[in-house]
Nanobody
Framework: LRLEESGGGSVQAGGSLRLSCKYS??????FAWFCHAPGEVKLGVAA????????LYTDRVMGRLTISVDDSDYILTFEKSSLKPEDTGIYFC???????????????WGRGGKVTVSA
């Protein structure tokens, strides 16, 4: 089983970025994106349940981020707009056992994609 992120990069503040996570086979109905910002712990920023399309977002990304899953192609997508320098970090996709923003609820992780937002 593999999860592999793609699409990270550098962008100026106010811009948008799209990250994709390709997973090798069906693994779960619950997915999330986590951000490991410099000097901080890894935090969940968005989670998605494929049962009813339910999403969870942290306050810091509310209104600026969309997460979706395409089960037919095994792709998890993350689109973030109005980027700020504090959005800089390494973003990880994860699959787990429940709708959650807590890392212990996720068993499968990608290696991370770096996002750098310049002022």
């Amino acid at each position: 089983l593999r999860l592999e992120e793609s699409g990270g990069g550098s962008v100026q503040a106010g811009g948008s970025l799209r990250l994709s996570c390709k997973y090798s086979r069906y693994i779960s109905r619950y997915f999330a994106w986590f951000c490991h910002a410099p000097g901080e712990v890894k935090l969940g920023v968005a989670a998605f349940s494929n049962y009813a399309g339910t999403t969870l977002y942290t306050d810091r990304v509310m209104g600026r981020l969309t997460i979706s899953v395409d089960d037919s192609d095994y792709i998890l997508t993350f689109e973030k707009s109005s980027l700020k320098p504090e959005d800089t970090g390494i973003y990880f996709c994860a699959a787990g056992s429940r709708l959650s923003l807590g890392a212990p609820d996720f068993d499968f992780w990608g290696r991370g994609g770096k996002v750098t937002v310049s002022a």
